[in-house]
């Protein structure tokens, strides 16, 4: 499966001036990775040390980084109008469920009231931002049919963007939906790498839980062809692999030798994960590897289609994402090669219990 592949050929992002809010996370130091030699970005993360790590691994003149937390709207509105970008994504959030189900007040004034804050500033200020052409808010799986108050936010969060393309022609406001990113930080390959190497059990919370897979350069395929190519008020959806957790565990335990505990599903989480719900269902069309949801206020066709996008859909045999894997060199590298050599960064809760 080759996730938005055509589209990326089509529309490629050079000459851009990218603001990335949370850009020194997994998927912002992959964006730099990818755009950085041909394209002006700003990287606004609350978190120095990061900052000065990219910024010394980079090496770039075409970055500028900017020290501030997404819940400070003057800060958030001062660094668009500083930096005039033609593209925002909206990567910053709170995304540990363990920790959203126990502090709901913060996950709301990051992934809800963060995003707002955005949102607001380009509203405000959309005449003193003139090359502005997309807002693009990086969602995710949970937010389809929420059980948990990290999907919950993630889903207000999107009709937050996407519903501004009743107000303005200009920017366009879309989103992409999109499921566990394999090696990104928190996920659950750096975590059972941790375990293997500090030689622990791998541990599962429930034998049939399956999940989305895609890779980081995966997601940002599908954040560039977004960003050129969805209408405002979309949210683009990409076809995906699936696995079993338990497939992935077994997996690992084989190649070293640990054993497999269960330890039990957490608060709000799903046996199987979905990217469309049947409600949303009659809002999608597809093309080609992607699916392109239209904004909630869209009129309904009286004959469309119901469907449901779930994780249980398509699951990869065990011997094909051992092979999958291996493609990837998953097992040919180091922990610190997850999580850009800070080991640190893996959230690993006292449960043990990956961010799936």
């Known amino acids: 499966?080759?996730?938005?592949?055509?589209?990326?050929?089509?529309?490629?992002?050079?000459?851009?001036?990218?603001?990335?809010?949370?850009?020194?996370?997994?998927?912002?130091?992959?964006?730099?990775?990818?755009?950085?030699?041909?394209?002006?970005?700003?990287?606004?993360?609350?978190?120095?040390?990061?900052?000065?790590?990219?910024?010394?691994?980079?090496?770039?003149?075409?970055?500028?980084?900017?020290?501030?937390?997404?819940?400070?709207?003057?800060?958030?509105?001062?660094?668009?109008?500083?930096?005039?970008?033609?593209?925002?994504?909206?990567?910053?959030a709170l995304k540990q469920v363990d920790v959203c189900e126990m502090t709901p007040f913060e996950s709301v004034q990051t992934n809800i009231l963060g995003i707002k804050n955005v949102v607001d500033a380009v509203s405000r200020q959309v005449d003193r931002l003139p090359a502005l052409e997309t807002v693009l808010m990086v969602s995710t799986d949970k937010a389809c049919a929420p059980t948990n108050v990290y999907g919950m936010c993630k889903a207000v969060a999107e009709r937050l963007v996407t519903s501004q393309c009743l107000a303005f022609e200009r920017?366009?406001?879309?989103?992409?939906?999109?499921?566990?990113?394999?090696?990104?930080?928190?996920s659950i390959i750096p975590l059972f790498r941790w375990q293997a190497e500090h030689k622990r059990s791998f541990t599962v919370t429930h034998p049939d839980m399956t999940r989305f897979l895609m890779t980081l350069d995966e997601s940002i395929d599908l954040i560039t062809a977004t960003a050129k190519g969805a209408a405002s008020?979309?949210?683009?959806?990409?076809?995906l692999r699936s696995m079993r957790i338990?497939?992935?565990?077994?997996?690992?335990?084989?190649?070293?030798?640990?054993?497999?505990?269960?330890?039990?599903?957490?608060?709000?989480?799903?046996?199987?994960?979905?990217?469309?719900?049947?409600?949303?269902?009659?809002?999608?069309?597809?093309?080609?590897?992607?699916?392109?949801?239209?904004?909630?206020?869209?009129?309904?066709?009286?004959?469309?289609?119901?469907?449901?996008?779930?994780?249980?859909?398509?699951?990869?045999?065990?011997?094909?994402?051992?092979?999958?894997?291996?493609?990837?060199?998953?097992?040919?590298r180091s922990l610190d090669d997850f999580v850009g050599r800070q080991i640190e960064e893996i959230a690993t809760p006292a449960s043990g219990r990956p961010s799936t």
Do not use: C
């Open 1 to 92: 499966m080759s996730t938005v592949q055509a589209h990326q050929v089509l529309l490629p992002l050079t000459d851009e001036r990218i603001l990335i809010f949370g850009g020194t996370g997994s998927l912002g130091r992959a964006l730099v990775r990818r755009l950085s030699a041909h394209n002006s970005l700003m990287l606004y993360s609350r978190d120095e040390a990061k900052h000065w790590t990219i910024r010394n691994q980079v090496g770039s003149t075409n970055m500028t980084y900017a020290v501030g937390d997404i819940r400070d709207g003057a800060r958030v509105e001062e660094a668009l109008l500083r930096f005039q970008p033609t593209i925002v994504v909206i990567a910053a």
């Open 171 to 186: 920017p366009r406001f879309v989103g992409v939906r999109y499921g566990n990113v394999l090696d990104s930080r928190g």
């Open 233 to 239: 008020g979309e949210i683009w959806v990409p076809r």
């Open 246 to 332: 338990l497939d992935l565990a077994q997996i690992f335990a084989a190649r070293f030798a640990r054993p497999i505990d269960f330890i039990g599903m957490r608060p709000g989480e799903k046996l199987h994960e979905a990217l469309i719900s049947e409600p949303e269902s009659v809002r999608v069309s597809a093309d080609g590897d992607i699916f392109r949801m239209a904004p909630a206020h869209v009129t309904i066709a009286s004959n469309a289609t119901i469907f449901g996008y779930e994780s249980i859909d398509g699951l990869l045999t065990k011997d094909d994402l051992a092979i999958y894997l291996e493609g990837l060199g998953i097992f040919a």
